[in-house]
């Protein structure tokens, strides 16, 4: 499998890429709007197709670039079935693998951050998105999260993937990449060992400022992403590409 690890610093997202050497193809987790055009001269350089985005959640930090990149390359929109967005073209169930070539991708219902968010398991390597971050984890007080299903979600679920499972996150805020099933269990200081008692006081005792997009991100991304034609000016970088080509 070819695969890239690609940062989007505005919201310090990880969108991954995936190709099939044999085919050609590739597919793009959590792509981002504002590094659209990186993505895209990536995926030109490897001499790839782009066949499907795939998000793990409708996001509350960042617009995603799958409908930009439908109109592009002509990929198809890979998203939760349960979020019933009508932009969708393959609706994402958990049992009901993503084939590529030979990428297989095994969709984990993951709900608490959101409640239709998606993890992807794939060969040696989990994607987690926001449900389980390196040393951390997707807060739970918005987008109908649920501090107790997330806990389920990622003790029950995801710490039931074999201990050398690769976990690539959503994203980082300090330039951590990879982490494993085994060092979460042991290190993440929210969920490593915690019953839900102490998960609950821990997520409860947060205290996180509303995110400062969010107003914005989550109609866009429901439509798969389509940017606010007006942004206050300090949030525009959150939409980079779209005020250089206004039109797409
Ligand atoms: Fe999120």
Known sequence: MIFRQLFEPVSSTYTYLLGCAETGQA??????IATLERDLAELARLGLKLVYSVDTHIHADHVTSALELRKRTGSRIAAPAIDRLTCTDTGIQEGIPLRMGDVILNPLHTP????GHFAYHCDD???TGDALLIEGCGRTDFQNGDTDTLYRSVTE???SLPDDCLVFPGHDYHGRRVSSIAQEKARNPRLG???LAEFREIMARLDLP???FMDYAVPANRRCGVCPEEL??????????MEKSPQG
């Open 157 to 159: 679920k995801l710490f």
């Open 232 to 241: 206050p000016e300090d949030l525009q970088k959150y939409c980079g590409h």
């Open 193 to 195: 060992g915690r019953t």
């Open 112 to 115: 608490g951050h959101t409640a």
């Open 125 to 127: 390597r989990v994607f």
């Open 210 to 212: 509303y995110p400062i």
């Open 27 to 32: 597919m793009l987790i959590d792509p981002v």
